[in-house]
T-cell receptor
Framework: GEDVEQSLFLSVREGDSSVINCTYT??????LYWYKQEPGAGLQLLTY?????DMKQDQRLTVLLNKKDKHLSLRIADTQTGDSAIYFC??????????????FGTGTLLAVQP | DGGITQSPKYLFRKEGQNVTLSCEQN?????MYWYRQDPGQGLRLIYY???????QKGDIAEGYSVSREKKESFPLTVTSAQKNPTAFYLC????????????FGPGTRLLVL
């Protein structure tokens, strides 16, 4: 089956940049997503990238996609303590012509030290 | 405000009991999904529905049941056949079709007494 892998933990100091990495296996994925989950809460969509793009920037967030290596990264500039959360990478899996299923990684816990 | 609501926030289940988790959305989305989240793991798909009165099993449907009688509602029942129900349950919705972004509710935490 399809698989998405992420490192479990990342610690950074406030003001530094954070880079969260993800590898996926389904080369047919058309969209790749980054979600943020704060303690005890649901998932908040942060950003997504279409598979024919290499990079997408949205304020402090930069997504890089290396389709050849099936590698996705999320860079958070000027990381703040409010960015502390679990970050999930997800790829979409399409089947049946009309069905959209997300395959999630295990999540990366980002801890921002003041 | 448009969004997805889940209730209750916490739910306790006794042995042998069925419990139902509510999920409602006012986003006018056709597709709805239920995921289960266990500590240190990603989300796993339980059931999904692309249209009213139709739904399909996901990867871990055993011990769960759903209904989709209304577009805005997709309740999940955790039956007594689910032997390890303690988890965080997340509902999501999206516009129907492929590659559509899913939006999530706040989740329900189910605990077994």
């Amino acid at each position: 089956g399809e698989d998405v892998e992420q490192s479990l933990f990342l610690s950074v100091r406030e003001g530094d940049s954070s880079v969260i990495n993800c590898t996926y296996t389904d080369s047919s994925s058309t969209y790749l997503y980054w979600y943020k989950q704060e303690p005890g809460a649901g998932l908040q969509l942060l950003t997504y990238i279409f598979s024919n793009m290499d990079m997408k920037q949205d304020q402090r967030l930069t997504v890089l996609l290396n389709k050849k290596d099936k590698h996705l990264s999320l860079r958070i500039a000027d990381t703040q303590t409010g960015d502390s959360a679990i970050y999930f990478c997800a790829e979409n899996e399409e089947y049946g012509g009309a069905t959209n299923k997300l395959i999630f990684g295990t999540g990366t816990l980002l801890a921002v030290q003041p | 405000d448009g969004g997805i609501t889940q209730s209750p926030k916490y739910l306790f289940r006794k042995e042998g009991q069925n419990v139902t988790l509510s999920c409602e959305q006012n986003l006018n989305h056709d597709a709805m999904y239920w995921y289960r989240q266990d500590p240190g793991q990603g989300l796993r798909l339980i059931y999904y529905s692309q249209i009213v009165n139709d739904f399909q099993k996901g990867d871990i449907a055993e011990g769960y049941s759903v209904s989709r009688e209304k577009k805005e509602s997709f309740p999940l029942t955790v039956t007594s056949a689910q032997k390890n129900p303690t988890a965080f349950y997340l509902c999501a919705s999206s516009i129907a079709g492929t590659s559509r972004t899913q939006y999530f509710g706040p989740g329900t935490r189910l605990l077994v007494l």
